[in-house]
Nanobody
Framework: QVQLTESGGGPVEPGGSLRLSCAVS????????MGWFRQASGKERERVAG???????DYADSVKGRATISQDNSVNTLYLQIDKLKPEDSAMYYC?????????????????????WGSGVLVTVSA
């Protein structure tokens, strides 16, 4: 069974930076087909960034140029760095094992037949 454990959230001032981590266990694949989503209060969950099956990355327009998704297979950890944080970046952030067609044109598979999320970590951006 896949376990996804996010960390690194918390309060941060506008303009600051944050790096979220996702420790992955029980995963049969490398850390491609993994991504980050977020959900702000009262809004739908949205995809922030992801790795396609061939390692191609994609980013939401709202974070493009400010966010970097990365992976370290030696420690089975996925990362999301966001710089120049804005109040509208405040949300619960979720690490995910991805399934299905991907924005960059590839296709991802997992055991669940759907995107599978961790329990999330809260990021609050305020002065």
């Amino acid at each position: 069974q896949v376990q996804l454990t996010e960390s690194g959230g918390g309060p941060v001032e506008p303009g600051g930076s944050l790096r979220l981590s996702c420790a992955v266990s029980g995963y049969d694949y490398n850390l491609n087909c993994m991504g980050w989503f977020r959900q702000a209060s009262g809004k739908e969950r949205e995809r922030v960034a992801g790795f396609d099956s061939d390692g191609t990355t994609d980013y939401a327009d709202s974070v493009k140029g400010r966010a970097t998704i990365s992976q370290d297979n030696s420690v089975n950890t996925l990362y999301l760095q966001i710089d120049k944080l804005k109040p509208e970046d405040s949300a619960m952030y979720y690490c995910a094992s991805l399934f299905g067609p991907q924005p960059s044109g590839g296709y991802c598979y997992n055991h669940y037949g759907r995107d599978y999320w961790g329990s999330g970590v809260l990021v609050t951006v305020s002065a």
